[in-house]
Structure formats: structure tokens, C-alpha cells
């Protein structure tokens, strides 16, 4: 639902090349594009980036990518579903929220879960993100990347991960509460048809 205009597209691509950190950044494909001719995209940037960068276009396999052993850290609009796959993944988080409550969720990752680091958005808007310069992008994937802070984010986020697999497993949280609601549902069902 959000998009990032050409400009802010531009401040994102030069960021991550300032960073010196090797990535993946999926972007949607621009229909309206002529194949090699995006405006956002600084002239000789994917050759210099050839090395330590990989854009793909379109739809990627993000749950692969995150549980990929070689991936440190996720760029992530906050979303509930992101945040439980990336907290899931072990994975540390630069957020960069957009509306709803991803704020919130913002909050949670980098506040109470401490996995994560703000891009430093402030305003909830419905088309188009808060401006980010470049050089704040940089700063966040340094953060989330490399050195101490980075390590404990890392530790934090393993840590989380596996008691996430440990409440999907039998016996665990979320087996046992999916177990009961399914036991009430039963119970609920039967208590109806013995009125009928």
C-alpha cells in the first residue's frame, strides 16, 4: 500500500552502498520503466554494487531469504506479520514504519525487545513514507550490522527465535492454545446442535 517516490528510492540505493555491508533490497517493478532505465537508480550503481549488492525486482522469497544463514539484519516496515516472521528468523531489524500499527510495533521491536533500530520516521502517512536521507540509512544498517550493539541485537534475536520454535512445538504455548481453542469450538458446536 506504501510506496517510496524515485527520490526517496535514490536516498535508500545510496545508503546501502555507503553502508560497505553486503545486502539484498527487493523493489517493486515499475511497469511504466523501460527495461535499464530507472530514474531512481544512480548511474553505474549496480555495477559497483555487483559485488556486495543484489537487487531483485518483484516478488522474493522473504521467509527464505530470513532464515538464509548468510542474511544479518532485515529492513522492515513493521507490519505484525514481518515482525513475527523476522523475530521467528533470529533476525535484527531496522524499522521503518509507515501507518497503522506499525508504529507500535516499531516501538515493541526496538524498545522492549531491543532487536532492532529505528530508521527515525515520525509520521503515519497513507501513500507515501516520511523522508529518510541517505546518510540515515547508512547509520541503521551499520547499527544493525556491525559491531557490539549489533552482537547483542543478534544474541537478543536468537534467543527470541528459539523460543518461537519452542512454542510451535507440541507441548509448547501456542500448541496448547491452539489446542484449547479448538477444544471450545468443539464444545461450542456440540452445546448448539444439542439445542437444534
Sequence with gaps: MANFNAAQLREIAIGLEASGQQFIWVVKKDPNAEEGKEEWLPDGYESRIRSKGLIIRGWAPQVLILDHEAVGGFVTHCGWNLTLEAVTAGMPMVTWPVAAEQFFNEKFVTQVLKIGVNIGVKQ??????????????????????????????????????????????????SWSDLGALLQELRQQRLAHNEKI
Excluded: C, I, N, T
Design 124 to 173: 503515519w502517512v497513507r501513500l507515501f513514507g516520511d523522508s529518510v536521507k541517505s546518510e540515515r540509512v547508512e547509520e541503521a544498517v551499520k547499527r544493525v550490522l556491525v559491531g557490539e550493539e549489533a552482537e547483542e541485537m543478534r544474541w537478543r534475536a536468537k534467543a527470541l527465535a528459539e523460543m518461537a520454535r519452542g512454542a510451535v512445538e507440541e507441548g509448547g504455548s
